[in-house]
């Protein structure tokens, strides 16, 4: 019974998070913070069940980890989204503006429908994106700091270095007319899987749920530590079925997670990790000038 209460959790939880938003009380709906609360709510969750079911206990999560995770939810949630909003969002909305780009008929389509239309064009502009920053030198820097996390938790899904979380923000979703309500259910519904897919959570959905949707078993094998090439798979961070669509997709699953040694980053490491090249050149540059003034 509780094997299959548990594998019926991230389904579930999916859908009362569609029922909220189209069904919500108008106050909360159309508070520009809700999707803020949402988010925290099913986070907070997803983290309850981390400890009543875990998945593997190497994966624990710690007061250190909590801390870190912790962090890039809150830069997430305020600096990355007002450098998404800003050099994005605004400027999209700006050049939809100036070409008279009308999408009304998204107003006008069944709530359900609309959601799924910010979820299709969310996620397929972050699989190229992510699958790009696998097959590119100097994005995947920006990429890499996540995959040198060495345990899977529900607010890994948050951590990067600042370069790779605002690349990885992006989307079109601007440039259609649809309601905050939809906007919101899509971006929560994303959230909730996403944050299934990184969780230490003994939760295996239906087949027909994993059909569409990203589990811990696709995402743990993106992150596994074989080696950097076998990561270069299951690249959709909520949709999987897009993997399957594009050729990209692999069945298996991963219990140890990281890269290279496995090293630990720190927060400052992740942050400075893409300029590492030019740290190091500076640092020879320095070394050879004290070796030639001695």
């Known amino acids: 019974m509780t094997k299959t209460v548990f594998n019926l959790l991230p389904p579930a939880t999916v859908a009362a998070v569609v029922l909220f938003w189209a069904f919500g009380p108008a106050d909360w709906i159309n508070s520009p913070w809700s999707i803020l609360a949402a988010t925290a709510v099913t986070t907070a969750f997803v983290l309850a069940l981390e400890w009543i079911h875990e998945r593997h206990a190497a994966w624990r999560l710690n007061l250190r980890e909590f ?6 939810m809150v830069l997430g949630s305020t600096a990355i989204a007002w450098a ?83 690349l990885i923000s992006l989307s079109l979703v601007a440039l ?28 295996d959905p239906p087949r027909w749920y994993a059909l569409f949707f990203t589990t811990i078993q696709n995402h743990s094998l993106h992150h596994t530590a074989l080696s950097y090439e076998d990561t270069r798979c299951n690249y959709a961070n909520s949709l999987i079925l897009l993997d399957r669509l594009f050729g990209t997709y692999r069945e298996g699953e991963s219990a140890v997670v990281g890269q290279d040694d496995r090293k630990r980053l720190t927060i400052l490491e992740q942050m400075v990790f893409p300029a590492r090249p030019v740290i190091a050149r500076m640092a020879e540059k320095q070394r050879k000038s004290a070796s030639v003034a001695n």
């Open 84 to 166: 998404t909003s800003t050099f994005a969002e605004a400027p999209l909305k700006a050049i939809k503006q100036a070409l008279g780009i009308h999408t009304e008929w998204a107003m006008h389509v069944p709530f359900v429908l609309q959601v799924v239309l910010v979820i299709l064009v969310v996620e397929v502009g972050q699989y190229w994106m992510h699958r790009l920053m696998h097959n590119n030198a100097f994005v995947w820097s920006t990429h890499a700091p996540h995959h040198h996390i060495t345990q899977l938790n529900a607010m890994k899904g948050y951590v990067g270095n600042p370069i790779e979380l605002f």
């Open 176 to 203: 259609f007319d649809l309601p905050q309500a939809a906007i919101f259910c899509g971006f929560n519904v994303l959230g909730v899987v996403s944050t299934f897919a990184h969780a230490n959570v003994r939760a």
């Open 67 to 72: 801390g870190t995770d912790l962090f890039y």
